[in-house]
């Protein structure tokens, strides 16, 4: 085939799927980490969720997926006798934010900060 055709058609190529990825980028930047309160943690988390069990201002435990796309479910304890330890804000609604830092030991070992429903990667 002609070069320069070969080249066109490649150019052609990237600019059709321009949309796609564009759409990919914004996307994946517009997830929002939500609090939300649940009696048990789901079998099957959900991204964009951070699930907290136990009551307002007395949270024992957190779970969410890990937001690398691996499909762990990472476990955190919430409960300030035991340690490792996060924290959550006391009201723990809308946006998700713990401190300090996610840090996976296994697995994908992920080290991320989640911060007013977004994942900060470190
Ligand atoms: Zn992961």
């Known amino acids: ?9 490649a150019a052609w190529a990237w ?12 996307f994946r930047r517009q997830v929002i980490w939500l ?3 649940v009696e048990d943690f789901p079998d099957e988390p959900a991204p964009g969720r951070v699930y907290l069990a ?16 691996c ?5 955190l304890n919430l409960l300030p006798q035991v340690r490792p330890r996060w924290s959550v804000p006391s009201a723990a ?12 030991r296994s697995g994908c ?10 994942i900060v990667w470190c």
Do not use: Y
């Open 93 to 104: 609604s809308g946006p998700a934010t713990l401190m300090p830092s996610v840090w996976r």
């Open 35 to 37: 609090f939300e309160h």
């Open 54 to 69: 136990g009551d307002a201002g007395e949270f024992w435990g957190a779970a969410m997926t890990c937001p690398c796309g």
């Open 1 to 9: 085939m002609n070069p320069i055709l070969t080249l066109l058609l």
């Open 15 to 26: 600019f059709v799927s321009a949309p796609s990825r564009l759409f990919h980028r914004l």
């Open 109 to 118: 070992k992920s080290h991320f900060i989640v911060r007013k429903g977004q």
């Open 71 to 75: 499909g762990e479910t990472i476990g």
